[in-house]
C-alpha cells in the first residue's frame, strides 16, 4: 500500500525525493502517514482538497478488498 501512495503521489510534485509514507499499524486500522515538501502540500491536497480525497478513496478502495482493518491516509503538515 505505501508503494501505491507513493506511486500516486510521486508524479503529482516538484520534490519526489521527499516523499515519505510511514504505516502505523494497531489492532483494528492501519495509518499511512503521508509528509511531502512544504511547497507541494497545495498540490497534494488539491483545490477544495479534491487530490486528497481521490487518494484516500484510491486506498480505501484498494485495502478495503485487501485487508480487514480500516485503513486511513493522514496528510502531514
Known amino acids: 500500500?505505501?508503494?501505491?501512495?507513493?506511486?500516486?503521489?510521486k508524479p503529482l510534485v516538484d520534490y519526489p525525493d521527499k516523499?515519505?509514507?510511514e504505516k502505523e499499524e494497531n489492532v483494528n486500522r492501519i495509518v499511512y502517514k503521508l509528509?511531502?515538501?512544504?511547497?507541494d502540500m497545495g498540490k497534494v491536497i488539491g483545490k477544495q482538497g479534491r487530490v486528497a480525497k481521490a487518494i484516500r478513496t484510491i486506498?480505501?478502495?484498494?485495502?478495503?478488498?485487501?485487508?480487514?482493518?480500516?485503513?486511513?491516509?493522514d496528510i502531514q503538515d
Open 1 to 9: 500500500m505505501k508503494q501505491l501512495i507513493e506511486a500516486i503521489v
Open 35 to 39: 509528509s511531502v515538501h512544504p511547497e
Open 19 to 21: 516523499v515519505q509514507v
Open 59 to 73: 486506498v480505501y478502495s484498494a485495502a478495503g478488498s485487501h485487508q480487514k482493518k480500516k485503513t486511513y491516509v
